[in-house]
């Protein structure tokens, strides 16, 4: 998952392509309505001009998107550390975080330390066994060697 200020640049990013969205769709599909009312309604043959209601309808869908890109924008600004916590208080954080790192990486180190000494412990078991059997059938080869002499 990607960190808060990148969600926020995304959110802004996406809010900027659905503002030049409405206004493409605006300027693309309304309809030519005089300035005043001594002018004359404007007309353009080539121009495709949506249905009143459709135009609503588009325009009420374009908006929402909008609001609601812009509350998860304020929801994300809101999440951000920095938003009503003074400049000590997130000192204070960091320097508590630092320590509990140190403290994290301690443990880490003498668990690997306890791995080793582990490690080693084992591989000495595992010698003394092989040891001990390569002992015996030695043992037990030498002692039907002598019996076949015999």
């Given amino acids: 998952m990607t960190d808060r200020l990148t969600q926020l640049q995304i959110c802004l990013d996406q809010m900027m392509e659905q503002f030049c969205a409405a206004l493409n769709y605006i300027d693309k599909n309304h309809d030519f309505e005089p300035a005043n009312e001594t002018e004359m309604k404007m007309s353009d043959r080539h121009a495709t001009v949506a249905p009143p209601e459709e135009f609503a309808n588009t325009i009420d869908e374009l908006s929402t998107d909008i609001i609601l890109k812009t509350r998860q924008i304020i929801?994300?600004?809101d999440s951000l550390p920095g938003v009503d916590v003074s400049a000590a208080e997130q000192l204070h954080k960091i320097d508590a975080l630092q320590k509990e790192l140190v403290k994290v990486e301690n443990d880490k180190v003498e668990a690997v330390i306890r791995k080793e000494k582990l490690l080693e412990d084992?591989?000495?078991?595992?010698e003394f066994f092989v040891g001990g059997i390569a002992e015996s059938r030695q043992a037990l080869v030498s002692s039907n060697d002598s019996a076949i002499e015999k």
């Fill in 122 to 126: 084992v591989s000495s078991m595992i």
């Fill in 75 to 77: 929801k994300l600004i």
